[in-house]
C-alpha cells in the first residue's frame, strides 16, 4: 500500500496517493511531500524511487533489498537512514523481534519504506491528518517525530524486560529449574539484540543533531539532540539489565551448586549412619537361629533385642552428634 500527504505551497492539504502529481509535488520546494510505502513489491517502488524522486540505484538497493543496521548516509541532495522499532513478547521463542525503517530525506520530502505495521509512524501519520499544521513544518521535522515515537516505544519493552528480570530473580532461590536456565540464556540474547540496535541508532542521533547535513536546519538539530538523549538514557538501562542478567545467571548457578551439596551432605549422613549397622549386620551374621556350634548365647531373646537396640541407638546418637557439631 502506497499513501500520502501533501501540503502545497498554498496551505492546501491532500490525502489521496492517487490525486497527487508526484512530480509536481516534488518540485514544489515551498510544499511537503510525506510518501508512505508499507510492504510494496518491488517493480512498484523502484519507478517510483528512481524515475519520480531521482535516488541512486545503489540507495534504492539498500532500502528494498537488503537489511541493515541502524545508519545515515549523506547523498547530497537527501539523506538515506535506517532506523529499526523494537517489540517484546515474552512467550514467543525469541522474545525480542525488530522493524527496519527505510527514510529518504530531502528538503521538501519525506519517503518511508517498511515491510510491518509500525505503530510510532502511524501515529505521527494519524496525527498530521488530525492537524493539518504539523504538516507545515520542515521534513526534518516529521523525521525527528517519527524518531521519536519510535524511541518511546522502545521505553516499554525496556520495562517489560526489567519485569522478567524481577520474576526470575524472585523464582531463582525457590524453584531454579532447567527451563529458568532457558529464560535467562533467552534474556540475555534478546538484550545483546537490544543493545545492537540502541547503539547505532543512538550514532545516528547523534549524526543528526551534530552533523553537517545540508537538508536539516539548525533550529530542526535540538530536536534529535532531544531523541539522542533518550537513547543515550535507553543504553544505560539496557547495559544494566545486562548486567542483571548476568547476575541472575550467576546466581542460578550458585543456587543449583548449593542444592547440588546440599543433597550430597544429605547421601553423606545416610550412608554414615548406616555404616555401624552395616558393620553389626556384617559381623553378626543377623542369624539367630541354632548355630551349629554352641553358642547358645547369641540365639537368646535378651540378645536379638540388645542388636536391635544398639542398631538404633547409634545412628540416633550419631545423628544428635552431628547436629551439635553443627554438619547438618
Not at 505521527?124 to 504539523?134: A, M, P
Amino acid at each position: 500500500m502506497i499513501s500520502a500527504l501533501y501540503r502545497s505551497r498554498d496551505g492546501t492539504l491532500y490525502k489521496d496517493f492517487n490525486a497527487i502529481q508526484l512530480s509536481e509535488a516534488i518540485q514544489d520546494e515551498q510544499g511537503l511531500l510525506w510518501l508512505d510505502m508499507v510492504n510494496e513489491p518491488k517493480e512498484v517502488c523502484i519507478p517510483i524511487l528512481r524515475d519520480d524522486f531521482g535516488f541512486h540505484p545503489l540507495a534504492i538497493d539498500d532500502a528494498l533489498e537488503e537489511s541493515h543496521v541502524p545508519k545515515v548516509d549523506d547523498w547530497g541532495r537527501y539523506l538515506y537512514l535506517v532506523l529499526h522499532a523494537v517489540d517484546f513478547d515474552s512467550e514467543k521463542e525469541e522474545p525480542l523481534s525488530t522493524h527496519e525503517l527505510d527514510l529518504f530525506l530531502g528538503e521538501n520530502y519525506l519517503v518511508t519504506y517498511r515491510i510491518q505495521s509500525m505503530p510510532g509512524l502511524e501515529r505521527v501519520w494519524e496525527s498530521c491528518q488530525r492537524d493539518e499544521r504539523l504538516m507545515q513544518k520542515s521534513a526534518a521535522n516529521l523525521l525527528y517525530r517519527i524518531a521519536d515515537e519510535m524511541v518511546a516505544n522502545t521505553m516499554p519493552v525496556v520495562d517489560e524486560i526489567d519485569e522478567t528480570v524481577d520474576q526470575i530473580e524472585d523464582i531463582l532461590f525457590d524453584r531454579p529449574e532447567p527451563q529458568l536456565l532457558e529464560r535467562i540464556f533467552t534474556l540475555k540474547r534478546s538484550l545483546l539484540h537490544l543493545r545492537r540496535i540502541i547503539s547505532p541508532q543512538r550514532e545516528v542521533l547523534n549524526k543528526l543533531a551534530r552533523g553537517d547535513f545540508r537538508i536539516i536546519a539548525e533550529d530542526d538539530k535540538v530536536f534529535f539532540r532531544d531523541v539522542y538523549d533518550h537513547l543515550v538514557r535507553l543504553y544505560d538501562i539496557a547495559e544494566g539489565l545486562r548486567d542483571l542478567a548476568g547476575g541472575a545467571l550467576e546466581t542460578y548457578l550458585s543456587v543449583v551448586s548449593n542444592r547440588m551439596n546440599e543433597v550430597m551432605k544429605i547421601l553423606a549422613v545416610i550412608t554414615t549412619l548406616f555404616m555401624p549397622i552395616s558393620f553389626l549386620s556384617g559381623f553378626f551374621g543377623m542369624n539367630f537361629f541354632q548355630p551349629v556350634t554352641p553358642l547358645s548365647a547369641w540365639t537368646e531373646r535378651l540378645t536379638f533385642f540388645v542388636v536391635v537396640a544398639v542398631m538404633v541407638i547409634v545412628p540416633v546418637g550419631m545423628y544428635l552428634w552431628m547436629r551439635s557439631r553443627r554438619w547438618m
